[in-house]
């Protein structure tokens, strides 16, 4: 109750004395930028993605001669509208990405202040069962669980909070071992709270904040992976408009000279997820106290 | 006030044994004194003499590796060792309360005064939130914090060293213990703040009738505050009485040379008498008396046999062959 109350309060603290020391602007015009065109995909894009016109194959982009201000950006083999796919690809890896990270961080997150807490078995458990996780090659661990459970969005984000909560695990669990010998959780067990209330009053509000810097590095990791299971065909099934999706479909083109489907979705892979570690790297300098120099 | 003590702790020995059971160290070794209420009892000793494990045994908060062998703890008549971990739980905060080495590093960053304060409320009885500010920004005032009702909205990174004590005491108070246990509470504080801090522990204590456990290494701090005395060596209490024995006629040479030790203002000799050599690694104690090898007042038999426990004066007994 009063856990994540607090928890909440932080991240929104230390977000509003940000303001103060200047943002990084260019991840966040990105992050932004992609994030309304998800969320108002349907009334950006001039076309609707899945919905080909046949007539109107490989166009290229606007200004390349033989191209359209129909088409600003091209459209593909079967005369779909590239820059309409990509508006909507950008909710599908927006989707997949935040639900994802937020999956494996709860997940990663409760097994690591569990492992770290009350230690023994339990610890010696989890950590097992993580040390054997980390050994998976992580792309082949989730191509492996995609031929399991089939091919779709909702399954992706399954997919990659089984594959990657590992990280949070790790992370969470060494950080509760040196809180654990803090004072004031010493003082909590002296006036006789329960491990509960410790780890949800005491822990948790104080490992928030490693917890949010490694969703933020791992927004990165995971659109990408997105993007590869796509790219193989055990992602987002076609003929949903994933960005992965789009670049494997162009690949057959490259050769032929039709550079857009293959360059433009690549690129929109590539910047969102260069944001996101910006943006990453720039809220673990933020929050780490020794890097702070308070 | 009752015949029965409050606290009474007979025999307790607590051990930390090594993984494969190969290493034993004899933290406390048959360790007996009593407590009544409203009593103050310090525990002196040097690092290692076993004091902080006698505390940390008296609310049964061991590390894993320890382990109670004998004794008993009897508080208002019952065994704490036979209770089970949950009853454990809410005689800790409510009827014992505990105040660690380091207050300063007791409250946590992220909850405000009130919250803190309020905590033990809301675990042992079940408090509201609103309730237990109410009672918060009471024992506020009760420590003597200026502006409770502003204080409790504060976090603790706004107050000062000497408030943040404060508020330590209250947590402890908030429940009304019968008990509480102060384990060096004043070492990571200046001087006039200790003075402070320490003259407010009293005044709770009268105002409240609590008995007082007051572990430190400080005897200046004993004679001020206790009304009697255990001195600790090696896991064992070497010397125990009221405190005015204690400091005009001390009966062990542990207890003399530690009060020797003591710097005195306007002491023409100008060195302080320090105790010669180390004291023991409490894994491998020396044979009969703990304290032979640096002892001045040494006999043979020190060496091999180990001194009873004998009355050397009322309530006043020591261990050691001197006066056995």
Same mark, same amino acid.
């Given at each position: 109750m009063n856990g994540s109350r607090a928890a909440a309060l932080t991240v929104a603290w230390r977000l509003a004395s940000f303001r103060r020391e200047g943002l990084p602007m260019f991840p966040i015009v990105i992050l932004a930028t992609l994030a309304l065109l998800a969320i108002f995909a349907d009334f950006i894009? %001039?076309?609707? %993605?899945?919905?080909?016109?046949l007539g109107e194959r490989f166009r290229p982009p606007a200004w390349q001669v033989g191209g359209s201000t129909a088409h600003l950006l091209g459209t593909d083999h079967v005369g779909r509208d590239v820059l309409s796919r990509l508006i909507f690809g950008a909710r599908i890896s927006m989707t997949v990405g935040f639900t994802a990270v937020i999956f494996a961080g709860v997940l990663g997150t409760t097994l690591g202040i569990l492992a770290g807490y009350l230690g023994g078995w339990v610890d010696q458990i989890i950590m097992r069962v993580t040390d054997a996780w980390l050994a998976l090659p992580a792309l082949t661990f989730a191509i492996f669980l995609a031929a399991i459970v089939g091919p779709s969005a909702s399954n992706i984000v399954i997919i990659m909070a089984l594959v990657y909560w590992t990280r949070y695990a790790r992370v969470v669990r060494g950080e509760v071992l040196s809180l654990k010998e803090r004072d004031y959780v010493r003082l909590a067990i002296v006036a006789g709270c329960s491990k509960r209330t410790i780890m949800k009053r005491h822990i948790l509000p104080n490992v928030v904040n490693s917890a949010v810097v490694l969703a933020t590095l791992m927004l990165g990791v995971v659109i990408v992976t997105e993007a590869a299971l796509s790219f193989l065909g055990v992602g987002v099934p076609p003929p949903q408009p994933a960005w992965g999706l789009m670049l494997a479909d162009g690949k057959k083109g490259l050769m032929a000279g039709y550079w857009w489907l293959t360059v433009l979705p690549g690129l929109c892979i590539m910047l969102m997820v260069l944001s996101a570690n910006l943006l990453g790297d720039w809220l673990r300098v933020k929050l780490d106290p020794q890097l702070r120099q308070l | 006030m009752s015949d029965t003590p409050l606290l009474e702790v007979e025999g307790l020995s607590t051990h930390y044994v090594s993984e494969r059971g190969t290493r034993v160290t004899r933290a406390v070794e048959d360790v007996s004194f009593t407590l009544r209420d409203g009593e103050t009892l310090g525990i002196v000793g040097e690092s290692g003499s076993g004091k902080s494990t006698l505390a940390l045994s008296l609310l049964r908060l061991l590390p894993p590796a320890a382990r109670h062998v004998a004794g008993a703890i009897r508080f208002e008549g019952e065994d704490l060792l036979t209770k089970s971990a949950v009853e454990m739980r809410h005689i800790r905060g409510k009827r014992i309360a505990m105040i660690l080495q380091d207050p300063m590093a007791s409250l946590n960053p992220l909850f405000t005064i009130g919250d803190q304060v309020g905590e033990p409320l809301r675990v042992h009885e079940g408090a509201s939130r609103r309730g237990a500010w109410e009672r918060a920004r009471e024992l506020l005032g009760a420590v003597r914090i200026s502006a409770p009702n502003a204080r409790?909205?504060?976090?603790?990174?706004? /107050? @000062?060293g000497g408030m943040r004590q404060r508020i330590v005491g209250a947590i402890a108070i908030s429940c009304a213990p019968r008990l509480l246990i102060a384990d060096e509470? &004043? &070492? @990571? /504080?200046d001087v006039t703040i200790q003075a402070q801090y320490l003259s407010l522990l009293r005044e709770l204590q009268r105002a409240q009738g609590l008995a007082l456990i007051f572990i430190t290494h400080n005897l200046g701090i004993v004679a001020r505050m206790c009304d009697k005395v255990a001195v600790m060596y090696g896991g064992r209490i070497v010397e125990t009485g009221p405190v005015r024995r204690i400091f005009g006629t001390p009966a062990h040479p542990y207890t003399r040379a530690l009060i020797e030790s003591i710097p005195k203002l306007g002491d023409s000799n100008g060195r302080l008498t320090a105790i010669e050599g180390q004291p023991p690694d409490p894994a491998a104690l020396p044979g009969g008396c703990a304290f032979h090898p640096r002892c001045p007042a040494r006999l043979e038999r020190c060496a091999v046999e180990r001194p009873h426990d004998t009355a050397v004066g009322d309530e006043h007994r020591t261990a050691c062959w001197l006066h056995g």
């Open positions: 894009a %001039p076309h609707d %993605p899945q919905v080909g016109m | 409790v909205r504060n976090y603790p990174h706004e /107050l @000062s509470p &004043t &070492t @990571s /504080l």
